[in-house]
């Protein structure tokens, strides 16, 4: 296979996570086909527990033979902060599903810290690093905090976060990624001012559904990751209906999929340029993210967010790598 010229290099910053497994498994398929390469993998405390993110991670990169890849472990949040997600995506991240892939091959013990990975990894490829960052935004902060400046070397920083137009999906204002650590949210917006931001608003138009799941495995049904992504979509949209999530419709959000979208297919992709605000301390808004629709001159702009997307292609683009990578 050859790599092409100015193929994206990536850390993916995750806290997997059923909807960060799709994505990951979309960009496994990315990297097999030389679109791009990933760099290292940053996991952070999140949908659950640190240690489970950080072993959810390693297996999944041991399902698409990416078992070189570092993975970091996530670095400790605020005693006080919020409770997880793993009422979402089942005690161990995976709908339950760890137990049936081959076990972790990283150690935990011994992994390094993922601020520690993000900072030598861009002090080392300046302006050649994307950062996607699809969790609670805890290591992209705390490598700024450890070494301010470091997150103006990455080429760019694409997030998976935040609601604009829409409601929150853990309060009704806040969206999971930001409410769980919105100082940290608040640290990585004021880095730079071109964070690429796709949010609730685009992410809860892209209901993956059973049926794409069952066109994906058909390609090889009896491989391991076939089975592995009919099973975690089926738990995914239990999931989603039992929390009336998708309208009634058999699917589920892959929201941290969407970053993904925005790099490889960003013609999918209506992005607008704005001021990102975190509200840090409301007490029924804390988490929120806001922006400023008026038509006035964008002074202070320090984000592109994504307000739409075109549904049909990105599914396009989306079924058929994973298909390719079911078939290797
Ligand atoms: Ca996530």
Redesign the pocket.
Known sequence: MVTQLNTPKIILD????G??LFAFLWLQSLVKQGLAELVAVTTTD??VSAQKTFSNASQILGLGGFHHIEVGRGVARREDAAENAAHIHGSDGMGKLSTTLTSATHAYETARYSDQIIIDKLNAAPGEITVVA??PLTNLAAAEVKSPGILKKAREIVL?AGAFHCSGNVTPHAEF?VWFNPQAAETVFNSRDDIVVLPLDVTTQLIFTREMAQAVSQVNPESEIAKFLVSLCEFMVGTALGYRETGGINGFFV??AATLGYLFYPETLMLRRVRVRIETKGEWTCGQTLIDSRPAPKTGANAWVALQVDQTRFFTSFVEDLKYFIRQ
């Open positions: 995750t806290d997997p996570g909807d960060d999140g949908n699809i969790g998976m990624n929201h941290d």
